[in-house]
């Protein structure tokens, strides 16, 4: 790689790092509304719900589409993000 290009790549890794930070602050955020939700919910069968999951997932999908984002690459965000929490709400699911 030429020094010019490895300069460049340096300066957009430093805004990646950035957006990283942005994006902990952000999951920071949602964590504290699922905690939320986790208080409402009174059965641990309530944590999986396929219904607003293939909502979300749909909804992702169309404004990726809008947004001239690979559909793909956010659904595999969105699912995984969905199941880690679905997993964190089963780990932190206190029986009322």
Same mark, same amino acid.
Do not use: Q
């Given at each position: 790689?030429?020094?010019?290009?490895?300069?460049?790549?340096?300066l957009?890794?430093?805004?990646?790092? #950035?957006?990283?930070?942005?994006?902990?602050?952000?999951?920071?955020?949602? !964590?504290?509304?699922?905690?939320?939700?986790?208080?409402?919910?009174?059965? #641990? #069968?309530?944590?999986?719900?396929?219904e607003?999951?293939?909502?979300?997932? #749909?909804?992702?999908?169309?404004?990726?589409?809008?947004?001239?984002?690979?559909?793909?690459? !956010?659904n595999?965000?969105?699912?995984?993000?969905?199941?880690?929490?679905?997993?964190?709400?089963?780990?932190?699911?206190?029986?009322?």
């Amino acid at each position: 790689m030429s020094p010019n290009n490895k300069k460049k790549l340096n300066l957009i890794r430093v805004k990646l790092d #950035k957006l990283d930070n942005s994006l902990l602050a952000l999951i920071k955020k949602r !964590t504290l509304l699922v905690n939320e939700v986790v208080k409402l919910k009174e059965y #641990k #069968k309530e944590i999986i719900d396929k219904e607003r999951i293939n909502s979300i997932l #749909k909804k992702i999908k169309g404004k990726s589409k809008k947004l001239n984002i690979d559909h793909r690459i !956010t659904n595999r965000i969105w699912k995984n993000m969905i199941w880690s929490y679905i997993n964190y709400e089963k780990r932190n699911f206190k029986k009322k």
